[in-house]
């Protein structure tokens, strides 16, 4: 049984094309090609900069790109699935911790509250019981004392921010995908010079290869770089209570 690589030197042998010649064409390293032809999938720069690798190859070809695409898809798709179980257990890690952190931080909150009235309701049985005619008596108001004071309930954080606009400047060849609101939205090999613009109404995930060929802005705010020329970034999230942190 023929594998991936094998089927896509078939097809170029076929048209009596040399790896030579496509990477000549499209700037691809020959080394890259010939570990795309030899089924050495694992030697590519990233998936995603492969799958600009494998769209560039086709099209040099004559093929039709997504059947191509779907063929690499098909071949490793078992380990993007045990990838994406791996990376689903460890996001919900700290969603539980926060949870687990807000019940405790309630609970002693209201055993505070309870000792408070316990001791009040004590205190003025005590007072009922004396000989004094306390009716005759200005009542004090009773005040608590900065150290009785229960602690204040945190707030929820008002979002200001109702969706997230994320605009793209290329200034060298990038790969990029973007996912908005769990939807994939891009997924393109980039060259100096484009743009691109994206709205979410809550997160943004994004993967990288170069990381320092762009310039972005996120809701008419300069971002900071999220690396170096050459540098491949996975999974930078953005949502509408982290974008600060990415602005200048």
């Not at 030579?20 to 064409?25: L, R, T």
């Not at 200034?171 to 393109?188: C, F, M, N, P, S």
């Not at 613009?197 to 996120?218: F, P």
């Amino acid at each position: 049984m023929t594998t991936f690589g094998q089927d896509l030197k078939r097809e170029r042998e076929l048209r009596g094309i040399s790896l030579k010649e496509i990477a000549d064409f499209s700037k691809i390293n020959l080394r890259f090609l010939r570990a795309l032809e030899d089924n050495r999938l694992s030697i590519l720069p990233g998936k995603f900069f492969t799958i600009g690798i494998i769209r560039t190859y086709a099209k040099y070809l004559g093929l039709e790109e997504e059947t191509v695409l779907n063929q690499y898809y098909e071949t490793i798709q078992p380990q993007e699935i045990k990838n994406k179980v791996k990376v689903s257990k460890k996001e919900s890690m700290p969603e539980a911790l926060k949870k687990k952190r807000k019940l405790i931080s309630f609970s002693i909150f209201v055993i505070f509250i309870l000792v408070i009235l316990i001791s009040l309701f004590f205190l003025l049985q005590k007072k009922k019981g004396s000989s004094l005619d306390l009716t005759s008596l200005p009542q004090p108001a009773i005040t608590l004392m900065p150290e009785e004071m229960p602690p204040p309930i945190p707030e929820p954080r008002e979002r200001v921010m109702k969706e997230l606009h994320l605009k793209l400047i290329f200034h060298q060849e990038t790969w990029i995908q973007v996912y908005a609101d769990g939807k994939i939205k891009l997924d393109e090999l980039m060259s100096s010079g484009q743009q691109a613009e994206l709205m979410a109404s809550d997160n943004l995930l994004i993967n990288l290869r170069n990381a320092g060929g762009l310039t972005y802005y996120i809701n008419n705010r300069q971002g900071k770089p999220f690396g170096k020329s050459g540098e491949n970034i996975n999974y930078i999230r953005i949502n509408l209570d982290n974008f600060e942190k990415f602005l200048k």
